[in-house]
Antibody, heavy 119, light 107 residues
Framework: QVQLQESGPGLVKPSETLSLTCTVS????????WTWIRQSPGKGLEWLGY??????TNNPSLKSRVTISLDNSKNQFSLNLTSVTAADTAVYYC??????????????WGQGTLVTVSS | DIQMTQSPPSLSASVGDRVTITCRAS??????VNWYQQKPGKAPKLLIY???SLQSGVPPRFSGSGSGTDFTLTISSLQPEDFAAYYC?????????FGLGTKLEIK
């Protein structure tokens, strides 16, 4: 079955870039949509954006700080979030975006990784 | 953005109880609602998609209904493993948004 696993630093300094990778097993990432979601006590679950080989989109609330990219050769996709502040402290999840048209849902999810922004 | 308002924020119930959780959208969103279950320290897990379709492997005691702005998740007979947090999510319009959750606790 499809499995996802996040990896990356657990601590990032303010104003720096948060970088995470999601390794996918059980399916080729080509032809599918992949997404990042975060969860913090203050803001709950927040969708960050999605990407596929045919394009993607991000949550406008994060302005242009989010970049999601695919590495088909490694079957991975990544998240870069620039200029982080303490408000970006959260558990970050990668997930598959499944469905058709506007009927989309997130399944499955990775186990999540806690990223703390602190000096 | 479309706001998803869940109620109640928390709920105490007993094993065997029938429980209903409500989600209201800030505008009409057809049937573009999904429901997730989250246990402490774990990722959310898909239960229901497009308002009423049961995800494979999810017990039939879970059901979803609604359209437009009002949606419900019902658990027909609570089991011990059902005590968790539940979230609704809309996919009608980007950005996709979630409700703040309902925490289901043992009475």
């Amino acid at each position: 079955q499809v499995q996802l696993q996040e990896s990356g630093p657990g601590l990032v300094k303010p104003s720096e870039t948060l970088s995470l990778t999601c390794t996918v097993s059980g399916v080729s990432i080509s032809g599918y949509y992949w997404t990042w979601i975060r969860q913090s006590p203050g803001k709950g679950l927040e969708w960050l954006g999605y990407m596929s080989n045919s394009g993607g989109t991000n949550n406008p609330s994060l302005k242009s700080r989010v970049t999601i990219s695919l590495d088909n050769s490694k079957n991975q996709f990544s998240l870069n979030l620039t200029s982080v502040t303490a408000a970006d402290t959260a558990v970050y999840y990668c997930a598959s975006l499944i469905g058709n048209g506007n009927h989309n849902w997130f399944d499955p999810w990775g186990q999540g990784t806690l990223v703390t922004v602190s000096s | 953005d479309i706001q998803m308002t869940q109620s109640p924020p928390s709920l105490s119930a007993s094993v065997g109880d029938r429980v209903t959780i409500t989600c209201r959208a800030s505008q009409s969103i057809g049937s573009y609602v999904n429901w997730y279950q989250q246990k402490p320290g774990k990722a959310p897990k898909l239960l229901i998609y497009t308002a009423s379709s049961l995800q494979s492997g999810v017990p039939p005691r879970f059901s979803g209904s609604g359209s437009g702005t009002d949606f419900t998740l019902t658990i027909s007979s609570l089991q011990p493993e059902d005590f968790a947090a539940y979230y609704c999510q809309q996919s009608f319009f980007s950005p996709y948004t979630f409700g703040l959750g309902t925490k289901l606790e043992i009475k």
